[in-house]
């Protein structure tokens, strides 16, 4: 026993022990406890005035969210994002095929794409076809803020890369969004998007033109809430990729201009190769974060107009707090934490595999 006390064992279980004291009640428990209620009809007025109110129905809640009626597969169904999946999938089995580099991360990748694409070409009558609603504008909504936000903090960075006075303000300015609340934000962006008094109409008053009605129309509320979210993240993207450039060699980018590379080439073929552990844990922070993306569409639009911008966190408040229904919502919850888990393993085997 002494040996043991004296141990890197001990030392390591010592380091991480105030997390555990505070990750085993606070989340590991209530994780628990949602997977048991939603494994009930949990009425939450009923079971409030009577803790007996509860009834045990298995797995009725995740059939009534899976399930349906006159099932079929088509071929068109979600046509678009499944020719992204699809060119992607045989993209990334080329390069496999080429490279003989089939590994653990090349065929997690390969089967979560070909599942998602297979899984995507079901329709028919759902038992509860709002819930597949939700999921599809949540899916748009991050597969629309990622890369955008991605993309512009990636170029903002490399703009303000350098010495000065002006580079450090400008920093400053883009990280500025980042340290407000989404209630700010909405507010913010609620001003901005005004029909009569906004940002956007007092810029097309002067010009005899009208703002369209970006919170209230079902084709311009989702991109409104987009907009809004990539203003409201580039920040912290920004100092992300800031760090990562700093990193970078000088006299490599030296070298690339005494062999004549322009600043395109630099960006393709020297920084961004450089940097792109960085890139790949930026996209995986902002897809986490934006699949449980709620305070935007319940402060902004209401899940409207109809259920245009309503995602997967805010129908699961919907279900448990406004319906009462908590064995539902949880049931919803388990659903989106084994998707992410998926993910997360997919994305921690290609890691495994580059790192490799």
Do not use: C
């Not at 009809?41 to 409030?48: C, E, I, K």
């Not at 907009?227 to 993240?233: E, F, I, L, R």
């Not at 630099?266 to 902002?286: C, E, G, L, N, Y």
């Amino acid at each position: 026993m002494s040996s043991f006390w004296q141990s890197d064992t001990f030392s390591g279980w010592a380091f991480i022990s105030p997390y555990l004291i505070a990750f085993i009640p606070l989340l590991l428990w209530p994780f628990f406890q949602g997977l048991w209620m939603s494994l009930h009809d949990w009425n939450l007025l009923a079971v409030t005035f009577n803790p007996d109110a509860k009834q045990f129905i298995g797995l009725s809640n995740y059939a009534q969210l899976i399930g349906g009626d006159n099932l079929s597969w088509s071929l068109s169904q979600f046509w678009p994002f499944r020719t992204v999946l699809l060119v992607g999938g045989v993209t990334m089995f080329l390069r496999a095929r080429r490279h003989n580099r089939f590994d653990r991360g090349y065929v997690w990748t390969l089967a979560g794409l070909a599942t998602l694409w297979l899984l995507l070409g079901i329709r028919g009558d759902w038992y509860d076809p709002r819930f597949w609603i939700v999921v599809r504008n949540t899916v748009v909504f991050v597969a629309w803020v990622v890369p955008l936000t991605t993309l512009t903090a990636l170029l903002l960075a490399i703009a303000l890369n350098r010495q000065g006075r002006w580079a450090a303000i400008m920093r400053t300015v883009f990280f500025f969004s980042q340290i407000l609340s989404v209630t700010v934000v909405t507010l913010i962006w609620q001003l901005v998007y005004g029909v009569r008094n906004g940002f956007i109409a007092n810029l097309l008053t002067p010009f005899g033109l009208e703002s369209p009605n970006w919170l209230t129309d079902d084709q311009l509320a989702m991109g409104a809430i987009v907009v809004a979210t990539v203003w409201w993240s580039v920040g912290f993207a920004l100092i992300l990729f800031l760090a990562g450039l700093q990193q970078i060699p000088g006299d490599r980018l030296e070298a690339a201009t005494l062999d004549g590379a322009t600043g395109w080439r630099k960006v393709v073929h020297i920084i961004v190769p450089s940097i792109i552990r960085t890139v790949q844990f930026v996209m995986i922070m902002q897809i986490v974060l934006h699949f449980q993306v709620f305070g935007q569409s319940h402060l902004m639009t209401q899940g409207g107009p109809g259920d245009s911008t309503n995602v997967w966190v805010r129908y699961i408040y919907q279900s448990a707090f406004r319906d009462s229904e908590v064995g539902y919502a949880s049931a919803m919850a388990t659903l989106l934490f084994v998707f992410m888990l998926m993910f997360s393993i997919v994305q921690y085997a290609v890691t495994k595999r580059q790192e490799a």
